[in-house]
């Protein structure tokens, strides 16, 4: 069996940490011997940082990428990825399910990465039967804050390896590198929505998504309202998958944000409502704007979905 984290870790130890300079990372090293890398929390990071970031956090089980989106007036980059295991490198790995300590902090951090694979102490890892086993584990961090002793004590203590075998990619929400990672969760938050919806996630071959990259800010709540509007209102998703027609289409309308209550909304109204707590905002915000499926089990594709313009601009600009 494939390990997600031994994968991470070659991206960590082969493309990240002899290059930091280059990629305006910085490498910490706790006194309990944790690796930390700083990619846009005291650092600017970079493009590529971004780039392996995202990629180490799903276990390097697939390919990330720029691309470019257009939307009437919007014309940005965006950040496309390609997933051929899908449950493992997303709701096992790069999904957003491990709620850290908020301490005082103005918005809860988000925990996420291959280490999940191996703790799975959340429902999102849980739904899934892969279990990773290695002895050393890579972490990805959305917060403003760099990790401390006690915080990586306890992510070691739950993935029941050694300190000095845990690597931390930590990076704030509104930096180069943090907005592209969290604008590349297409696939991963589409596979839970599947997963909720009844789709069987089993029969789910390959993910392709793609999500317009916003412009980057210091400000961590206007951070957070544009990369999950460009989530919910302008982000696409690609499945290949081997199941039934008719099954396909009972479910496709319900899966993208347009069949939310909530659609209409501004992401940061929920947000708010939430407490600035992403677990425990409205859940149907855990899906994005637009679905296309293609079945080669017959040959038909199927699609539902709504990009909205006028909710990307007001909060992108």
């Known amino acids: ?12 130890k082969e493309k990240i940490i002899p290059k930091a300079e280059e990629l305006g990372v910085k490498i910490l090293y706790l006194d309990n011997g944790t690796t930390v890398i700083d990619a846009g929390i005291n650092e600017t990071g970079s493009l590529s940082a971004g780039i392996l970031f995202t990629e180490a956090t799903f276990g390097g089980l697939g390919k990330a990428q720029f691309g470019y989106f257009k939307k009437g007036e919007i014309n940005l980059p965006s950040i496309d990825v390609y997933i051929d295991k899908p449950r493992e490198g997303t709701l096992s790995s790069q999904f957003s399910g491990w709620k850290l300590p908020r301490k005082n902090l103005a918005i809860t951090p988000i925990g996420s990465g291959p280490a999940r694979a191996i703790a799975k102490n959340d429902i999102f890892s ?8 290695h002895h050393e584990v890579v972490f990805g961090m959305q917060t403003t804050v760099l990790p401390d002793e006690e915080l990586t004590f306890s992510i070691a203590k739950e993935c029941k390896i050694l300190p000095e ?5 930590a990076a704030t929400t509104g930096s ?18 599947l997963y909720k919806k009844g789709f069987d996630i089993y ?11 916003p412009p980057q800010t210091k400000d961590e709540l206007i951070a957070m309202d544009r990369v999950n509007t460009a989530l919910i209102y302008g982000a696409s998703v690609h499945y290949i998958v081997n199941w039934e027609d008719d099954k396909i289409e009972k479910i496709i309308k319900e899966l993208p944000f347009s069949a939310s209550k909530r659609f209409g909304t501004p ?19 855990h899906t994005i704007a637009h679905y296309t499926i293609t079945n ?16 990307l601009k007001n909060s992108f600009f």
């Open 203 to 213: 029969t789910v071959i390959s993910g392709i998504g793609t999500c317009p990259i």
């Open 126 to 133: 849980q739904c899934v039967e892969y279990q990773d086993i």
């Open 165 to 169: 075998n845990l690597y931390i990619i």
């Open 296 to 311: 080669i089990n017959s040959g038909r594709t199927f699609s539902a979905g709504i990009i909205r313009e006028d909710m």
């Open 267 to 285: 992401f940061l109204e929920i947000f708010e409502e939430g407490n600035r707590d992403f677990y425990e905002v409205d859940k149907d915000i």
């Open 176 to 193: 180069l590198a943090g907005t592209i990672q969290v604008c590349s969760r297409t696939v991963e938050a589409t596979m839970w929505r």
């Open 1 to 12: 069996m494939f390990s997600v984290n031994q994968i991470a870790v070659k991206i960590v």
